[in-house]
């Protein structure tokens, strides 16, 4: 029964891996709990003052902007246990500036609850969002 449960309530990895792969906004707002919040720690968001991005009607936002640019995404590094997955994901712009990003994903229900990225820009990029 409790493999039953687990079943259930399992994230696919490999569906995250290929929709941030292939810039596949739907695949990923489907993975999201609808009370999700993602946070963003970058050069243009401090620590102290991080870009929050809460509900699903946002973050399907904030991936169709990310999933709308010119860039490849590639994930790596990943690690997934039943409550979190960590990754990597590097991305290239076609002018040359990298952006590499952690990401942790805490898990509810099958679904992503909380979402926070780490992320290092090429120079001072006026691309990011």
């Known amino acids: ?17 290929r929709a941030l792969e292939e810039g596949d906004t739907a ?3 489907s993975l999201y709990a609808e009370d999700a919040e993602m946070t963003v ?3 243009q968001h401090s620590p102290s003052a991080p870009m ?11 991936w169709r902007d990310v999933c709308g640019r010119d860039m490849t995404h590639r994930v790596g590094h990943e690690v ?13 712009y076609p002018d040359g500036c990298r952006v590499m990003a952690a990401m942790t994903l805490d898990l509810s229900g099958g679904r992503i609850a909380r979402h926070l990225t ?5 120079g001072a990029s006026t691309a990011s969002g």
Do not use: H, N, Y
Not at 52 to 57: D, I, L, N, W, Y
């Open 1 to 17: 029964m409790m493999g039953e449960t687990r079943a259930a309530t399992a994230f696919d990895v490999k569906e995250l891996k």
């Open 27 to 29: 695949a990923l707002v």
């Open 41 to 43: 720690v970058d050069f």
């Open 52 to 62: 929050r991005v809460t509900g699903k009607a946002a973050i399907e936002a904030f």
């Open 80 to 92: 997934a246990g039943p409550d979190r997955i960590s990754f990597v994901e590097e991305c290239a």
């Open 118 to 122: 780490v992320q290092a820009w090429d």
